[in-house]
């Protein structure tokens, strides 16, 4: 029983963790994109794309979203490759550095 007790605790302190994590993450709207962009905040989402979209030739954009995340913008798209695989992409929005590069589930 003791045992039960103490992973309860710990597995309580976890899921506070989990959420307090998917909580700092949040999408910004067109509005505060484009003020982003004409500010230099952020590059240009096409020109990024182009990039993402050059690492699997032929392959067609699905989805794109900007994030910020722990005060980084993030450019999160998803593709699909020419063999049907989705890939999700993060960019980071300040430079076009790939942070993320896996297939989607």
Request: a negative charge; one cysteine or more; hydrophobic letters at 40%.
């Amino acid at each position: 029983m003791r045992s039960r007790a103490r992973f309860g605790a710990w597995g309580g302190a976890l899921l506070g963790a989990l959420c307090l994590l998917s909580a700092s993450a949040r999408d910004l709207d067109q509005d505060q994109a484009l003020r982003l962009r004409q500010e230099g905040v952020i590059q240009p989402l096409e020109q990024l794309v182009r990039n993402a979209l050059d690492r699997y030739p032929g392959a067609r954009l699905l989805e794109a979203e900007l994030e910020e995340e722990h005060g980084v913008y993030v450019y999160e798209v998803e593709i699909l490759t020419p063999g049907g695989v989705v890939r999700e992409l993060e960019l980071d929005a300040r430079d076009g550095r790939i942070l993320k590069d896996e297939e989607d589930d």
